[in-house]
């Protein structure tokens, strides 16, 4: 078992709360005249809260992980094979999932120009595409690199797809792009959005649970 850490904040506040930093640290705000033995207390009582939050912190970390060796993309695990004369440029093979690269892979830099470059070229004529063949009044796709949000959408018809959205498997992607696309039609997330997007896009609580799993994606760039 790891180490767990505990931050102690003494604070001009009125009740002590603890929060999840992350897999291996806790932290806890407490108020200024609160002894040790009630901070002993206080993690007794909240002891199975944390180690649940811990866990699922574990799992988020993992999810989001860099490995060297593994490229993850539209949500196959590519093998990275170094190549010197490569220099600057990859080249897939989605056959064998084998990316060839003359640059390490070993920094959220190396890899984020990698997915900013492939979600030009993927995520942008898709979701012109769809757009355009179901009829939603789509403008302008944009691609940015957001760190809350895996996508917008504006009400002049622009609909702005976090490159991010790279590392997630295809149909995830289709999810975003229709939860954009439909808000172009309903600029809410009411019960008529809600249920319109469900009839339209058939995987779509599956679609919300992994991005619910997966949200550290975001951050980790
Ligand atoms: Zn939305």
Not at 51 to 58: C, E, N, P, T
Not at 144 to 156: A, D, F, L, V, Y
Not at 202 to 213: D, N, P, S, V, Y
Request: aromatic share 12%; proline share 3%.
């Amino acid at each position: 078992m790891t180490e767990i850490e505990y931050i102690i904040l003494y604070k001009d506040v009125k009740n002590a709360c603890v929060r999840i930093i992350s897999s291996t640290k806790v932290g806890l705000t407490v108020p200024l005249n609160y002894t040790q033995d009630k901070i002993a207390a206080l993690l007794a009582q909240k002891q199975s809260w944390i180690d649940k939050k811990l866990i699922l912190m574990a799992q988020r970390e993992e999810a989001a992980a860099i490995y060297p060796d593994i490229f993850p993309l539209l949500g196959e695990n590519y093998k990275v094979i170094f190549q010197n004369g490569l220099l600057n440029s990859v080249r897939f093979d989605s056959q064998k999932l084998h990316l060839y690269t003359g640059i390490k892979l070993d920094t959220p830099e190396s890899r984020a120009w990698i997915y900013k470059l492939r979600a030009q070229k993927y995520l942008k004529p898709r979701a012109y595409y769809t757009g355009f063949k179901d009829g939603f009044p789509l403008k302008k796709v944009i691609i940015r690199g957001q760190k809350h949000k895996w996508g917008t959408c504006s009400s002049r018809g622009n609909i702005s797809l976090n490159w991010k959205l790279m590392m997630a498997p295809e149909y995830v992607v289709d999810y975003i792009i229709a939860h954009e696309l439909m808000h172009l039609r309903y600029m809410n997330h009411g019960l008529e959005y809600k249920r319109e997007l469900r009839k339209y896009f058939l995987r779509t609580e599956e679609a919300e649970t992994w991005l619910k799993a997966h949200g550290n994606l975001l951050k980790m760039y």
